[in-house]
């Protein structure tokens, strides 16, 4: 498709299991962001890659949150022992980076996660 | 580290009415972005200014970049009820080289028709 992709639009988990969050960015653009988004909040910033290495994660939370881009397309955000307060809409967003460009970020349409 | 704030947090203007809200970062920008959210939807980037005192209009939206490049505002001439949603302003923290951009707090607007 044209836009960004994101899978699962939904997911409910149990606490303390282990959570796979996936993006797909526009084609050609080298930069990806992850953001999570709390009911009534803004985007808060995760991750950050530029091509596939992660040029910026100061916004992981903690060790349980990591994030691949291995090919430099295709992201993965992966939640271990998830806890309720993770609950939250996971998006991603992606951008031509420093191949050009507005700085413009495309944002897909979130993988709400709810943690029981 | 750097935040981005927003004024107000909710505003309810009758349709018609002007709108505005406000941005202030604690650090200075190089840009500014601004992204409008609508109700159970994912953010839609509107525009991004670069110059500082840089003013630019998109039909009833004017945006404005301040001279000092720490702060911004958007103000919407005649809201409709199409302009229902929440706007954030978003600055990149450029850190090594990097550029992570941290969203402002959001003013979530209503319109009543």
């Known amino acids: 498709g044209a836009g960004v992709s994101q899978t699962p639009s939904n997911k409910v988990t149990e606490k303390g299991k282990y959570v796979e969050l996936r993006c797909d960015p526009i084609?050609?653009?080298?930069?990806l962001y992850w953001y999570r988004q709390s009911l009534g909040q803004g985007p808060e910033f995760l991750i950050y890659?530029?091509?596939?290495?992660?040029?910026?994660d100061s916004g992981l939370p903690n060790d349980r949150f990591f994030a691949v881009r291995p090919e430099g397309s295709v992201s993965t955000l992966k939640i271990q022992r998830t806890e309720r307060g993770d609950s939250a809409v996971y998006l991603c967003a992606s951008s031509l980076g420093l191949a050009g460009g507005s700085g413009e970020l495309f944002f897909g349409e979130g993988s709400r996660l709810t943690v029981l | 580290g750097q935040q981005v704030m927003q004024i107000p947090q909710y505003q309810h203007v009758q349709e018609g009415e002007d709108f505005t809200t406000y941005c202030n970062s604690s650090t200075t920008l190089s840009n500014i972005q601004w992204y409008k959210q609508r109700p159970g939807g994912h953010p839609v980037f509107l525009i991004q200014?670069?110059?500082?005192?840089e003013v630019k209009k998109q039909k009833r939206l004017t945006f404005q970049f301040g001279e000092a490049k720490k702060n911004s505002s958007l103000h919407i001439t005649a809201t409709q009820t199409t302009d229902v949603g929440t706007y954030f302003c978003?600055?990149?923290?450029?850190?090594?080289?990097?550029?992570?951009?941290?969203f402002g707090t959001g003013t979530r607007l209503k319109v009543l028709a």
């Open positions: 978003a600055g990149p923290g450029i850190t090594s080289g990097t550029y992570k951009y941290i």
């Open positions: 890659f530029q091509g596939t290495g992660a040029a910026d």
């Open positions: 084609s050609g653009h080298t930069a």
């Open positions: 200014l670069v110059k500082s005192g």
